[in-house]
Nanobody, 119 residues
Framework: QVQLVESGGGLVQPGGSLRLSCAAS????????MGWYRQAPGKQRELVVT???????NYADAVKGRFTISRDNAKNTVYLHMNNLKPEDTAVYYC?????????????WGQGTQVTVSS
């Protein structure tokens, strides 16, 4: 069974930083496109960034220059480094895994971790 477990969320002041982690099990991690998505109250879930097995990335315009995704295949973990956080970044952040080249098989989601940016 596939399991994605996020951690690292919390309360941070505007301008601060956080690092989110997503630990995956039940998959051959290196074969998956990993991604971070977020959902604010009353809003639709939106893409933050994805990273392929070859380390190609795709960032949402709202986070370019502030957020950085990375993956450690040896640890089956993907990270999201968030800098210069803004109140607008407040949301539940979800980890996603999709088999590269086999999107028709669907994808898997973690339970989410809350990020709150407030003074």
């Amino acid at each position: 069974q596939v399991q994605l477990v996020e951690s690292g969320g919390g309360l941070v002041q505007p301008g601060g930083s956080l690092r989110l982690s997503c630990a995956a099990s039940g998959i051959i991690f290196s074969r998956y496109v990993m991604g971070w998505y977020r959902q604010a109250p009353g809003k639709q879930r939106e893409l933050v960034v994805t990273i392929t097995s070859g380390n190609s990335t795709n960032y949402a315009d709202a986070v370019k220059g502030r957020f950085t995704i990375s993956r450690d295949n040896a640890k089956n973990t993907v990270y999201l480094h968030m800098n210069n956080l803004k109140p607008e970044d407040t949301a539940v952040y979800y980890c996603n895994a999709e088999r590269q080249g086999f999107a028709s098989l669907g994808s898997w989601w973690g339970q989410g971790t809350q990020v709150t940016v407030s003074s």
